[in-house]
């Protein structure tokens, strides 16, 4: 619930696209559709992803208005949910289960046949008792203003969002510029012009200075 609790780094993104009739139903139903599912435990590594509230990353319904729409403000949560084996121990852990079958068959190696069994027979027995990593990107979309901050700076992150915004709501996020306040096409190829090319020889640069 950090977005409603004071500062902190986003990044700013226009909307794009025509607000459809009727958006509060559609998009309610379109959030209920995309909810964050809990899986079975015997989920395998596979990443969970789903919308949830802002208010708990345990709350996934969206019949409720007034948990999620605020005036012309859309907060949402995207949550992801990934399951990982502690890779070192799980390689310890199968090197002991060939020698067992070794000994036990008495021979001197394990068939790749046999070692693909004991491996997927020991994952699918720790998936079950690992808990998920849980990541969750919060999300104010100001509907009427058509721009959304996102509570993530990395690109990963931004990339799966956007792809999940444009799934649910048929809308582009693209990101914003400063540019974007430059009211005139001249003051922007200006602003571009006296920008320093990464080419730049430090002559040119003392010049813009």
């Given at each position: 619930?950090?977005i409603m609790?004071?500062?902190m ?6 909307v794009v696209?025509?607000?459809?009739e ?8 379109r959030?209920q ?6 899986p ?9 992803e789903?919308w ?5 990353l345990?709350?996934a319904d969206?019949e ?13 949560a995207l949550r992801?949910?990934?399951?990982r084996?502690p890779a070192?121990?799980?390689?310890a852990?199968l ?6 079958w070794?000994k036990?068959k008495?021979?001197?190696?394990v068939?790749?046949?046999?070692r ?10 720790w998936?079950?008792?690992?808990l998920?990593t ?13 721009w959304?901050?996102?509570?993530g700076?990395s690109d990963a992150v ?13 809308l582009?996020?693209v990101?914003?510029?400063p ?6 096409t001249d003051?922007v190829?200006?602003?571009i012009?006296?920008a ?6 430090p002559?040119?640069l003392g010049?813009?200075r």
């Open positions: 619930m950090g609790s004071g500062a780094s986003v990044r700013r993104f226009r696209g025509e607000l459809p009727g958006w509060r139903e559609l998009f309610r139903d959030l559709e995309l909810a964050f599912k809990t079975p435990h015997e989920v395998g590594k596979e990443e969970i789903g949830v509230e802002v208010h708990n345990l709350d969206f409720n208005y007034n948990r999620w729409l605020y005036n012309e403000f859309v907060l949402i992801v949910d990934k399951k084996l070192k121990l799980f390689a852990t090197e002991k289960r060939c020698e067992a070794k036990e008495e021979v001197e190696r068939p790749a046949s046999i693909t069994e004991l491996k997927e027979a020991l994952e699918l027995e998936l079950k008792q690992t998920p849980v990541a969750v990107t919060e999300a104010a979309w100001n509907v009427n203003e058509e959304l901050v996102l509570h700076m931004s990339d799966r969002f956007r792809k999940r915004f444009f799934r649910t709501f048929g582009r996020l990101p914003w510029s540019l974007d306040w430059v009211r005139t003051t190829e200006g602003l012009n006296k320093p090319s990464l080419m730049a020889s002559e040119d010049e813009l």
